[in-house]
């Protein structure tokens, strides 16, 4: 199985800030990485498929980049509904797998 | 607009068993890839397995063979997933997601999540 693994395991930040998320995948998926935002008591919501293309719907301060094993999600200013935990996830090969997420919390 | 319906919250006796429904409205459930993934509390996101309805074919992560099924009715537009031999580490909120291939293979809608609670 493709192990991917996320830094920081969480974050504080101020509304405002300009804040990146790694991943890494334990070999070479290319560009088959998905990001995802997840608040409490709701399903996660897609953020950036292919690495780098922005769901439709998203703001456009949140970017994917990367490929190969390391990719990084840039949210270029904070807003406060931002504050979430965020997932990767690989779809280069089944079993399909997800990084352990990164909590963004309010400084 | 497409949406995924989940079945209400369940709570079971361990060694038992739950079956979680997720009915799509809208669009062409046939030829969805379901996915079902779960969440543990403090814990990340785990694929558990797929089913594309129109073909019947499913896919099952290695660690779940054996206590995990997932079929579909088309007729009804539903696709279900049943866990068996319940034990306190299945506690979780159970989600059915679709696989969009054109977008990479994320999954690009996801059900409201059903909470599946073990406990004797």
């Known amino acids: 199985d493709i192990q991917m693994t996320q830094s920081p395991s969480s974050l504080s930040a101020s509304v405002g800030d300009r804040v990146s998320l790694t991943c890494r995948a334990s070999?070479?998926?290319?560009?088959?990485l998905s990001w995802y935002q997840r608040k409490p008591g709701k399903a996660p919501k897609l953020l950036i498929h292919?690495?780098?293309s922005l769901q439709s719907g998203v703001p456009s301060r949140f970017s994917g980049s990367g490929s190969g094993t390391d990719f990084t999600l840039t949210i270029s200013s904070l807003q406060p509904e931002d504050f979430a935990t965020y997932y990767c996830?690989?779809?280069?090969?089944?079993?399909?797998?997800f990084g352990q997420g990164t909590r963004v919390e309010i400084k | 607009q497409v949406q995924l319906v989940q079945s209400g919250a369940e709570v079971k006796k361990p060694g038992s068993s739950v079956k979680v429904s997720c009915k799509a409205s809208?669009?062409?459930?046939?030829?969805?890839?379901i996915n079902w993934v779960r969440q543990a509390p403090g814990q990340g996101l785990e694929w558990l397995g797929s089913i594309i309805p129109m073909f019947g074919t499913t896919n099952y992560a290695q660690r779940f063979q054996g206590r995990v099924t997932i079929n579909a009715d088309e007729s009804t537009s539903t696709a279900y997933m049943e866990l068996s031999s319940l034990r306190s580490e299945d506690t979780a909120i159970y989600y059915c997601?679709?696989?969009?291939?054109?977008?990479?293979?994320?999954?690009?809608?996801w059900g409201q999540g059903t909470e599946v609670i073990v406990s004797s």
């Open positions: 997601a679709r696989l969009s291939r054109h977008l990479g293979g994320s999954f690009d809608m």
């Open positions: 292919d690495a780098s």
């Open positions: 996830q690989q779809s280069f090969s089944p079993p399909w797998t």
């Open positions: 809208g669009g062409s459930f046939s030829s969805y890839d």
């Open positions: 070999q070479s998926i290319s560009s088959y």
